[in-house]
């Protein structure tokens, strides 16, 4: 009898062993399906918000590759004629191009031999490091062109450069480094955007023409000269890193890998290409992305698990009978609580478990994570929504927001104003000031639009370059044409200087406001253009003024 009851709570222990062990095996795998789920939503927000920045720099820096080419030829022209030193025609061209801008003097033996910027002296092209250089001195001097070079990052001042090259009449070459603070915002957001998520290591990469791979969000200077990272200069581990970058750029794609860290910790690496684009040079350009997790939260959400088993099975070998009736209660019922949960991504009660310090910590450090994790991800959306210089929202955010407050406002009954507004002459004024300045300026009509219009119905934005717009879907009592009037007034009172206008020696706007009466029935691109129809009427009849679609607004 005595070995039968043995014998049956054996069994009993087997069994209970086997299904406890088979339930937290399903969270475990709940766990890992739903850390993966987030890694793999991760990543296509990092690489979508890069990849997108990544597209911007390119349309940037085409956008001003005629501009570095004027500069180029100027130089060639001022050094044609023996008009000035180096020193002299660096400081004319910085001056007109509002930026940093240095000179190089190539020999025909391809060494460095005058240069403005003394680190670049000695610097010998011949180097494998400068293949892509080479064969662009080779296509300057076979077609008698200006020809433009990959962005790189001068190690000796943290600063993203972009040169041009071309042949001198007597022979060698001459390269005009360009340190544009607009390409170097880009880049800086980059390194920036990279470093937001932590757990998550973002590494960027440019693979130039297949044959280096050169790291920018990195500096990789030795006595200040660039010293670049060349295939077979690669260590072993880098050399397996630009394989599966490599595979990555081939296919277009990405290619996955769990690795495990020196200490024994679970890493899963991404290898992406964000980007591919090829230089007027003919040289194929690949902007790469290793995107590393950090799975040690993961890691500890399953070594709680199985302690938290094994003591479980411990007392049911010391506790038989006792176990039986505690195990619905106490771990069949909490664990499927939590999993229901975690499938869910709902909270977990985690008040419930105060009297079990692992279940309690698991539902914690889950809630933290979850927590963690949207608040994360509402941050994302916020700048995805956002314009990076002014702090305003962009034009994307007013395309998703413009249907709904149209139809919010018809319900209510409410009028509904639109205004574009563009500031009068700014080409000239950077013209005048800079780019720099320009964006100062735009940085305080963006502050002076924020203040005039704070109200909980009104929407600024920054739809592109020197336009903004605004939409009021809350006007109250006063007229809505008073309230942009008031916004003109206020912006050309505060007397930002601007003696490149035609109009005025401050910045002034023209603004083109079109009103929406309840109950009319009009799409957002209907009142789109016909804001924009009266802005042009503000323009065509003097600039700084208000023209109304609807004159009874």
């Known amino acids: 009898m005595a070995r039968r009851i043995l014998t049956f709570f054996i069994l009993l222990v087997l069994t209970f062993g086997l299904a406890t062990y088979l339930i937290l095996g399903q969270a475990i795998d709940e766990l890992r399906v739903d850390h993966s789920r987030r890694q793999a939503q991760l990543h296509r927000v990092i690489s979508?918000?890069?990849?997108?920045?990544?597209?911007?720099?390119?349309?940037?820096?085409?956008?001003?590759?005629?501009?570095?080419?004027?500069?180029?030829?100027?130089?060639?022209?001022?050094?044609?004629?023996?008009?000035?030193?180096?020193?002299?025609?660096?400081?004319?061209?910085?001056?007109?191009?509002?930026?940093?801008?240095?000179?190089?003097l190539i020999s025909e033996e391809l060494?460095?031999?005058?240069?403005?910027?003394?680190?670049?002296?000695?610097?010998?092209?011949?180097?494998?490091?400068?293949?892509?250089?080479?064969?662009?001195l080779a296509l300057a001097e076979e077609r008698g062109q200006v020809f433009l070079s990959a962005p790189s990052r001068n190690p000796a001042t943290d600063q993203f450069q972009l040169t041009t090259?071309?042949?001198?009449?007597?022979?060698?070459?001459?390269?005009?480094?360009?340190?544009?603070?607009?390409?170097?915002?880009?880049?800086?957001?980059?390194?920036?955007?990279?470093?937001?998520?932590p757990d998550v290591e973002v590494a960027l990469f440019l693979d130039s023409g297949g044959k280096r791979l050169v790291r920018l969000d990195q500096a990789s200077a030795v006595g200040g000269a660039v010293r670049l990272v060349v295939d077979r200069h690669l260590s072993q581990r880098q050399e397996v890193d630009y394989r599966r970058f490599r595979q990555a750029a081939r296919a277009g794609g990405l290619t996955r890998i769990d690795d495990e860290a020196p200490g024994g910790q679970p890493l899963t690496h991404i290898y992406t290409?964000?980007?591919?684009?090829?230089?007027?040079?003919?040289?194929?350009?690949?902007?790469?992305?290793?995107?590393?997790?950090?799975?040690?939260?993961?890691?500890?959400?399953?070594s709680h698990f199985v302690r938290f088993y094994a003591t479980l099975l411990g007392l049911a070998i010391l506790f038989m009978a006792a176990l039986i009736v505690l195990v619905r209660y106490r771990l069949v019922m909490p664990l499927q609580s939590i999993v229901g949960a975690i499938r869910n991504r709902l909270p977990v009660d985690s008040g419930r478990w105060q009297q079990m310090p692992e279940l309690h910590f698991l539902a914690e450090t889950y809630n933290q994570a979850l927590d963690y994790n949207e608040a994360r991800m509402k941050k994302l959306s916020e700048l995805s929504v956002t314009d990076p210089l002014t702090g305003l929202l962009n034009r994307r955010y007013l395309e998703q927001v413009f249907a709904n407050e149209l139809a919010r406002a018809a319900r209510g009954g409410e009028r509904v104003g639109f205004a574009m507004i563009d500031v009068d002459f700014f080409k000239a004024y950077n013209d005048l000031y800079g780019h720099r300045g320009g964006d100062r300026a735009l940085v305080r009509?963006?502050?002076?639009?924020?203040?005039?219009?704070?109200?909980?119905?009104?929407?600024?934005?920054?739809?592109?370059?020197?336009?903004?717009?605004?939409?009021?879907?809350?006007?109250?009592?006063?007229?809505?044409?008073?309230?942009?009037?008031?916004?003109?007034?206020?912006?050309?009172?505060?007397?930002?200087?601007?003696?490149?206008?035609?109009?005025?020696?401050?910045?002034?706007?023209?603004?083109?406001?079109?009103?929406?009466?309840?109950?009319?029935?009009?799409?957002?691109?209907?009142?789109?253009?016909?804001?924009?129809?009266?802005?042009?009427?503000?323009?065509?009849?003097?600039?700084?003024?208000?023209?109304?679609?609807?004159?009874?607004?």
């Open 48 to 104: 979508g918000e890069l990849s997108n920045t990544y597209l911007l720099l390119d349309s940037l820096i085409r956008e001003r590759a005629g501009l570095y080419r004027q500069y180029h030829t100027a130089a060639l022209e001022a050094l044609g004629k023996d008009a000035a030193t180096l020193d002299e025609l660096k400081a004319g061209l910085s001056q007109q191009a509002g930026f940093e801008v240095d000179l190089r």
């Open 111 to 136: 060494l460095v031999e005058g240069s403005t910027f003394g680190p670049d002296l000695g610097l010998d092209f011949k180097a494998p490091a400068f293949a892509d250089v080479r064969r662009i």
């Open 165 to 197: 090259y071309s042949t001198l009449l007597g022979g060698g070459y001459l390269g005009v480094v360009f340190t544009d603070p607009q390409v170097n915002h880009y880049f800086e957001s980059l390194i920036d955007m990279a470093k937001l998520h």
């Open 273 to 302: 290409r964000l980007l591919g684009l090829t230089l007027d040079s003919g040289l194929p350009l690949n902007f790469l992305g290793k995107i590393t997790f950090d799975s040690r939260r993961s890691a500890a959400f399953e």
């Open 445 to 553: 009509v963006a502050e002076i639009l924020s203040q005039q219009f704070r109200r909980a119905g009104d929407f600024v934005f920054r739809i592109g370059g020197e336009e903004f717009a605004v939409l009021i879907t809350d006007p109250g009592q006063t007229p809505l044409v008073g309230q942009v009037e008031q916004f003109r007034l206020v912006l050309e009172n505060a007397a930002i200087a601007h003696h490149g206008s035609r109009i005025a020696d401050v910045v002034t706007a023209s603004i083109g406001l079109k009103v929406i009466q309840p109950g009319e029935l009009i799409t957002p691109e209907e009142v789109i253009e016909a804001a924009d129809q009266a802005l042009y009427q503000a323009k065509h009849a003097g600039r700084n003024r208000v023209r109304v679609v609807d004159d009874s607004a």
